[in-house]
């Protein structure tokens, strides 16, 4: 067929106001706009790092802080435990009196001054401290307009030690702090015995952490004087700390300032002394170092964001060569063809492409030419419908066509008959064959008006399992039957594992949300409109979302201690100040119970003229029972530290009370009452504090006074719990009566037999535990003893005025039967 004459075409861009921009361009764009987005995430969760970083340091001072607060602790702790010993020595021996002193002053470097109840120093074991100076007695004792000795009167007041704040001694003439110390005489305060803290060896304790000539570390009294330098500076001690902008201060932080010594910029943290109120330690290191740390991981992290940018636009210029190449060639033929330069046939054949989809358009060009060839009405209206895949069936004449396209996505050549129905059924996948079967039968029914033809299935090639999106119209006669399909088979494979990849993330997002017990919302800001995921409404007790009403409303259901907090938060991520938040507050359930639930949210879309949230998503979870946890460890610490005080003051008052003519037994009473107030605390910390069996208590005391063929002993009554005092005083009373029975009775003979046995008693006071102690098979009992010791003194201390019960001791021929009757109230454990 001969050809005619074409006209050059002009390109429809000239047609256009701007000028269009390349594929190259627009695949360069198309790369930023993926890592852009994923630059700004990294950047701030960089971000994050860095102030993690500095987090991290501060987190290092305040750790060296508190750890020097520790060291002044035990270093005070130890100058109050020798005085204390002093404190508790026989004062009618002055001169054994003044040698002690002596002695334990040289112990701890200092000296040691005892004052009488005016304020007076009447033993001073200075030896460089000279003639006693005169003059008004200042704070701890000291010279100077501090009003008089009030530290001394303090301690004679309450009876208890003091730590005073710095002051220059008046025979010493030195800068010290004190430590004073009661000193009682039938519980009454008659004296009171100090000692100096020297600010040399506070600052050698300051100087012996550590830190590296990075900073310093400096000790103040509850004037903001200076105690102790790291630096053993002489010429700061007894100069006061600069005034603070900050309002007053707490036991521990963390502020930022200016050095004493240059004017730097420092970050200084700071903690408390327990036993010194209103001192605290001062850990500083140059602000340096912070912006030091955040410059390397400001570099760091920012290098690699640069590095990954510049490797995204390589690879991204590679690939754009890559694609262009098939493109360029298809069209530098189309607009050989076009413009008449060539004839389809003539033109050169686009090279394979390798990328599919390119691939998928070359053959497409070629199969749309050889179609052009044979109808170009057929063509537009396959261009129109889709252009991919096309097919056309005749019903009339069987005549039956399919594009190379259409051929290709079946994994079959080109060239090859197109086959029947059941060609094309038999590629269908099976578990989509019976649905695409009655659907293809459905719409050719004699009948059916239907006119467009969709449906999606999977066919199976050589190469695996497709997705097939088949659309196409029906041409109908005037009685509706079938004349002609024409329509395309779309490969959407890539779309439907997009569908379900988000189905499968959608799906382990609830299971993650789920497995975390983690309740998840979203808020619609301009609407008041909120969304909750069932586990949401389950935390706060709601059945359905209906019974929240209109957004804020349910913030009434605050605690009004929290309901500030949470609302400041959600304002400032409203108003862009923030991106998130996370609060953790109270809320009233519909059924009356206050739940402490924890909650995360975000902004998700804001306005962009104005940058305020319009939509907030987040999660909360229930944390009651984390709080709960955190309360009842609180309390148990408070336990352990009442509980270690009380053990404190036992000792002491063996200690005190203990005869001390027999050194070895001394020695020997001592241990074992100490042991025994060991093994009380061992059953309690093993009942987390809670308290412990009665029988537990009393075997545990028995145990080492008993022997493989030695005396007997057995206990015997109901189980009863014994609340954490009633252990301690029981295990005392136990310990001094089997310790007399160890010495004069039962448990001095291998024949002797103890018997123990308890009940609980009505009375009209109220329940009883009845405890009975009974000896036999000992040595004969003497009559009762003229004398009080100090275990009848501690028995009845324990027995009668701390746990509120009464007595009765009686020496029958058989050996001691002793006797108590304690209120249940007050030694049973609760619950």
């Not at 330098?229 to 005034?243: F, I, K």
């Not at 079959?412 to 659907?439: C, F, I, K, N």
């Amino acid at each position: 067929m001969p050809q005619t004459a074409r006209q050059p075409l002009r390109s429809p861009a000239s047609h256009s106001s701007g000028r269009p921009f390349a594929l190259r361009l627009h695949l360069v764009a198309l790369v930023l706009a993926v890592l852009l987005p994923a630059l700004a995430f990294a950047a701030a969760a960089a971000w994050d790092a860095v102030r993690g970083r500095v987090a991290a340091e501060e987190a290092r001072l305040m750790e060296t802080a508190r750890a020097l607060a520790a060291a002044i602790d035990s270093h005070i702790a130890g100058h109050m435990a020798a005085l204390t010993v002093l404190a508790a020595s026989p004062g009618e021996n002055a001169e054994a009196l003044a040698a002690l002193a002596r002695n334990t002053g040289r112990a701890f470097g200092g000296w040691v001054v005892i004052f009488d109840r005016g304020g007076a120093p009447v033993l001073h074991t200075n030896p460089q401290g000279g003639a006693m100076h005169t003059g008004v007695l200042g704070p701890g004792g000291a010279l100077g307009p501090g009003g008089g000795g009030r530290w001394v009167e303090q301690v004679f007041f309450t009876g208890r030690p003091v730590v005073t704040d710095l002051a220059r001694g008046r025979v010493s003439g030195q800068m010290v702090a004190f430590v004073l110390v009661p000193m009682l005489r039938e519980g009454v305060v008659w004296r009171v015995a100090g000692m100096p803290l020297l600010p040399a060896r506070l600052s050698q304790l300051l100087a012996s952490r550590g830190l590296d000539g990075r900073g310093a570390a400096a000790l103040t009294d509850g004037q903001g004087a200076f105690i102790g330098h790291s630096r053993q500076d002489e010429d700061l001690v007894g100069r006061l700390r600069p005034p603070r902008p900050e309002r007053e201060l707490g036991p521990q932080g963390i502020l930022q300032g200016r050095s004493l010594a240059d004017g730097s910029a420092i970050r200084t943290a700071y903690h408390a002394v327990a036993s010194a109120p209103g001192w605290l330690v001062w850990v500083n290191e140059p602000e340096a170092i912070f912006r030091e740390a955040m410059r390397r991981a400001l570099l760091r992290l920012g290098g690699g964001a640069a590095l990954a940018l510049l490797l995204g636009l390589a690879l991204a210029a590679a690939l754009t060569r890559r694609l262009l190449r098939p493109v360029e060639a298809l069209v530098a033929r189309a607009e050989a063809v076009a413009e008449g330069r060539t004839t389809p046939d003539e033109a050169p054949e686009a090279p394979p492409a390798r990328v599919s989809e390119f691939e998928r358009l070359r053959r497409a060009v070629a199969a749309a030419e050889a179609a052009l060839r044979e109808g170009e009405q057929e063509l537009r209206r396959v261009q129109r419908i889709g252009r991919v895949g096309g097919f056309m069936i005749d019903f009339r004449t069987g005549e039956s066509r399919r594009s190379a396209e259409y051929m290709d996505l079946l994994g079959a050549p080109a060239e090859s008959s197109p086959g029947s129905y059941a060609t094309w059924l038999a590629h269908v996948h099976p578990q989509d064959r019976a649905r695409a079967a009655a659907y293809f039968e459905s719409v050719m029914a004699p009948g059916a008006t239907q006119t467009d033809y969709a449906q999606d299935y999977r066919v199976l090639t050589p190469f695996g399992t497709r997705w097939v999106s088949a659309r196409a119209e029906i041409e109908r006669d005037a009685e509706g039957r079938v004349l002609r399909m024409i329509g395309a088979h779309v490969d959407v494979t890539a779309l439907k594992q997009a569908e379900q990849a988000l189905r499968d993330s959608e799906e382990r997002l609830r299971l993650a949300l789920e497995a975390a017990e983690l309740g998840a919302w979203e808020v619609d800001l301009r609407q008041g409109h909120a969304v909750r995921t069932p586990r949401m409404l389950e935390i706060l007790g709601f059945g359905s979302e209906a019974q929240f009403g209109a957004y804020p409303s349910w913030r009434d259901r605050l605690h009004p201690e929290d309901r500030e907090r949470l609302t400041v938060a959600v304002e400032q991520v409203r108003r862009g100040e923030s991106e998130r938040y996370r609060v953790e507050y109270r809320f009233l359930r519909p059924d009356g119970q206050w739940r402490w639930v924890e909650s995360h949210g975000q902004a998700v879309e804001r306005d962009p003229e104005t940058g305020e949230a319009l939509r907030l998503i987040g999660t909360t979870q229930d944390v009651t029972a984390r709080r709960e946890a955190e309360d009842r460890q609180k309390l148990l610490s408070r336990e352990v530290d009442h509980r270690a005080k009380n053990a404190l003051a036992v000792v002491q008052a063996a200690l005190r009370l203990t005869p001390r003519d027999d050194p070895a037994a001394f020695a020997k009473a001592i241990e074992g009452r100490v042991m025994a107030l060991a093994r009380a605390h061992t059953l309690l910390a093993l009942g987390k504090w809670k308290g412990a069996q009665l029988r537990e208590v009393l075997e545990g005391e028995l145990a080492p006074f008993l022997g493989a063929a030695g005396p007997a002993a057995r206990c015997s009554g109901p189980k009863l719990a014994l609340s954490p005092a009633a252990v301690q005083a029981v295990a005392m009373t136990c310990h001094e009566l089997a310790t007399n029975a160890a010495k004069h009775g039962a448990l001095a003979s291998p024949t002797g037999r103890l018997e123990i046995s308890w009940s609980v008693e009505e009375g009209a006071g109220g329940s009883q535990l009845h405890l009975c102690w009974a000896e036999s098979g000992g040595p004969p009992p003497a009559a009762a003893p003229m004398r009080r010791g100090f275990g009848t003194s501690l028995i009845e201390a324990t027995v009668v005025r701390q746990l509120g019960g009464r007595i009765a001791t009686d020496w029958p021929s058989e050996g001691l039967l002793w006797q108590a009757w304690l209120p249940l109230s007050r030694v049973q454990a609760a619950g």
